[in-house]
């Protein structure tokens, strides 16, 4: 269909979407170590203008690049979306990044130029006929009522939560086709919004495929033709690859195809 994906070889989180109205959308930006990779390939694409702008969550390797991205490509007329603060005021001794954390991240947006948006709760955006954003996970009410606080975060043996809970997930759908991008949301993520899930064509995998405690279900609820798998040789050389495996397990089991960058 007239909707093309491009993932920048080696980088663990930017995909970028040329759409059929002939605009531009990038979800993630990435790091810093992994700009030129990213600025080679939307060279390759002939972009210079950003029209649509995700982040899904302010951990660096997400949100790093937006400083290079300004500099380089036309953002003036970019709409930018973000995903949800956490509850600082009540819950800031149970999260592992401080609000100042946050709060620089979302300042380096508005530097570039960007006005952020955290979008409602299961709102659908219409970019063009036939052409929606759906939005999910931007709910305090949600998060506080099911625990998103109270989470040993995966990979994070602190006892803590993380922003990656708080990622924003989003649905881009173009006539019957969709695509589901997920961000570095974990099992509690998962579990919460099962229902909320539909079948989906390609599903970028949560958390780059790595999480050791998924919901099947969640996956279930989708079942996906293909199941997308990012991650870098910065990861791999982590030992993050060998916890692949019990992802790659769901995926077989729901006869999807799998694709790993």
Known sequence: FNLEMHVPYNVGACYIFKLPNNKLLIYDIGEHSEWERIDNCLTALNITKIDYLIISHFHHDHVQNIDYLAE??????????????PDYDNHADDLEETEQTWDEAYDSLINAGLTPTIPTNDSVVELDTDLTLHFLNTSLEIA???????????????????????????ELTYKSNKITLTGDIERVVETTYTNYMKKTDILIMPHHGINRS??????????????????????QAEGWIYNYFKPYQYMQKLNAEIIAS
Request: with cysteine; glycine share 4%.
């Open 144 to 170: 506080e009522n099911n625990n998103f606080y109270n989470v040993n975060a995966e990979w994070h043996d602190t006892g803590k939560s993380n922003l990656n809970i708080f990622s924003l997930i989003v």
């Open 214 to 235: 998924g919901d099947f279900r969640f996956y279930k609820a989708m079942s996906p033709k293909i199941a997308f798998f990012n991650y870098s040789t910065n990861k």
């Open 72 to 85: 380089n490509y036309d953002l003036s007329n970019c709409t930018c979306w973000i995903g949800m603060k």
